[in-house]
C-alpha cells in the first residue's frame, strides 16, 4: 500500500512512501510535467524559430534533467544539443530551429 509521503505543486512532484513485496522500504518520485508540456508548447508556437545568444530553447522537468545527468548527457553540451534536436524531445523544446 502506498502512503503519501510529501507533494510540491511547484514542481507537480510528489512522493509516495511503501514497502515492496520483499520488505524493502521504498520512497517512489513521480512528476506531473503536463503543465510544462503545455508550457513549452505555446512558448514554441509563438515564437519565430528565430534565436541568439541567452534565448531559451527549451524547458526539462526535474525529473528528465536527472535522468540526462545519470546518463552523462546533460554535462556534455553536444550530447544535450542531440538530444534536444532529436523530434522525439520536441515535447521540451521552446523554439523551433536546430542547435
Do not use: C
Not at 39 to 59: C, H, I, L, Q, W
Not at 90 to 99: E, H, I, P
Amino acid at each position: 500500500m502506498k502512503r503519501l509521503f510529501s507533494q510540491d505543486a511547484a514542481t507537480g512532484i510528489t512522493k509516495y512512501w511503501h514497502v515492496t513485496g520483499k520488505g524493502e522500504y521504498v520512497v517512489e518520485t513521480v512528476q506531473d510535467s503536463q503543465h510544462i508540456a503545455e508550457s513549452n508548447k505555446r512558448a514554441y508556437n509563438e515564437t519565430d524559430g528565430k534565436f541568439g545568444d541567452m534565448a531559451r530553447v527549451a524547458s526539462i522537468p526535474i525529473s528528465v534533467y536527472y535522468q540526462l545527468k545519470s546518463q552523462g548527457i546533460a554535462d556534455d553540451p553536444k550530447r544535450l544539443k542531440k538530444w534536444l534536436n532529436d523530434r522525439d524531445n520536441r515535447v521540451f523544446r521552446t523554439r523551433a530551429g536546430t542547435l
